[in-house]
């Protein structure tokens, strides 16, 4: 027998053995059952689908509780609380992780996004609520506490915030869903779970393939003055399997006066809402920490300063919605975002 005919002989049974086993591992993966978890956490609904032969809630559970004793304002508990409260208190590396993030976007973007914001987004917050907004003077003197630059760490034995003046007060609000739907992702992929969805408050991860066997699809809100979100529409549905996909917008968190219109995202630079055309950034970044920063950064600085951040940064991709100069919603997006959208409702 010919040396080369023999040698594809003993092939054969190789191949065989391969065929055979990826069609059983095929077949165990398509019978292995979704798991679909829900709660409350970070003051918002969570929503996590992922495939696996058990219930992970438990540990997600435990990936969302860290993130919520560092960062979140609505737990007394948190590291970040007591360090508003300016409390002595050692940080951890959650919350160095996702300081040193915010920091460095801070930085890059001028200061458009700004954990510091926290005193003016409580001013605003309570004016919204109580028809009462903060005066020209309160404004200016909120602003002497707000600043990236006023804010750092402090190593030593321990690392701890320091501040320039004891009022600086901390928001991680525009970071941490993303950095928890990151948290939660990272320990799914740990557990060799290859298909997953993670959304807490509209924030989104995702990874392989939906329940339905096709690629993750994630609605966009059509911008409509609807503060009680009764009519929804969707603008657009994005594909955004192996991505982070995060949604900052105005155009349901308003408040009209003397008939002029005020969004809730408040420009630290200024200390006032942003008043300019740009109603909703969608971002879809490798991480959705990054996407969850970035899109708020991009509501701050506006149709052209978005456009002008993502020149610089290819690995991101945006969905920006904006009203044109005759007043009409118009959409503009990244072209690498083409293949991204599957529809467009009009």
């Keep these: 027998m010919n040396p080369t005919n023999k040698k594809r002989l003993w ?20 019978n292995m059952p979704y798991q679909h978890n829900q709660g409350m956490i970070f003051g918002t609904s969570y929503h996590i689908v992922y495939q696996h032969d058990t219930d992970l809630h438990t540990a997600i559970i435990q990936q969302l509780q ?10 007394p508990h948190s590291i970040i609380s007591q360090v508003n409260r300016g409390e002595s208190v050692a940080v951890n590396e959650l919350f160095i992780d996702v300081f040193e993030m915010a920091q460095r976007i801070a930085k890059e973007t001028d200061g458009a996004f700004d954990i510091t914001v926290a005193p003016l987004v409580n001013a605003w917050g309570f004016g919204f609520k109580h028809n009462e907004f ?9 602003r002497q506490t707000v600043g990236y630059n006023k804010v750092s760490l402090a190593t030593g034995r321990t690392t ?64 409509t003055d609807d503060s009680l979100n009764i009519h929804e529409e969707l603008q657009t549905v994005v594909n955004v399997t192996d991505k982070a996909m995060a949604t900052s917008g105005n155009y349901r968190n308003f408040y009209y006066k003397n008939g002029k219109k005020y969004a809730h995202t ?33 509501m701050v600085m506006g149709l052209d300063g978005a456009r002008q951040l993502l020149s610089r940064h290819p690995e991101l991709m945006a969905y920006l919605i904006y009203t044109d100069k005759e007043g009409n919603t118009a959409v503009w997006y990244s072209p690498s975002m083409q293949d991204k959208i599957v529809t467009t409702e009009n």
């Excluded at 860290?66 to 737990?75: E, Q, T």
């Excluded at 420009?267 to 969850?292: E, F, K, M, N």
Aim: proline content about 7%; glycine content about 6%; aromatic content about 6%.
């Design 11 to 30: 092939q054969i049974p190789f191949l065989l053995f391969l065929i055979v086993g990826t069609v059983i591992i095929i077949r165990q993966q398509h």
């Design 66 to 75: 860290a993130v919520d004793d560092a960062l979140s304002p609505f737990n």
């Design 134 to 142: 903060p005066n020209e003077a309160a404004i200016d003197s909120l």
């Design 160 to 223: 701890t915030v320091r501040k320039t003046d004891p009022r600086v007060m901390l928001d991680c609000s525009a970071i941490a869903k993303g950095y928890g739907c990151d948290r939660v992702a990272s320990m799914l992929r740990k557990m060799g779970v290859a298909n997953y969805m993670i959304e807490i408050g509209g924030e989104v991860v995702t990874k392989g393939i939906s329940e339905k066997r096709v690629p993750w699809r994630i609605g966009v809100t059509k911008p």
């Design 266 to 298: 408040i420009d630290p630079r200024t200390g006032y809402p942003v008043q300019h055309s740009i109603l909703s950034a969608t971002v879809l970044a490798p991480s959705c920490a990054l996407a969850d920063a970035y899109a708020t950064s991009m």
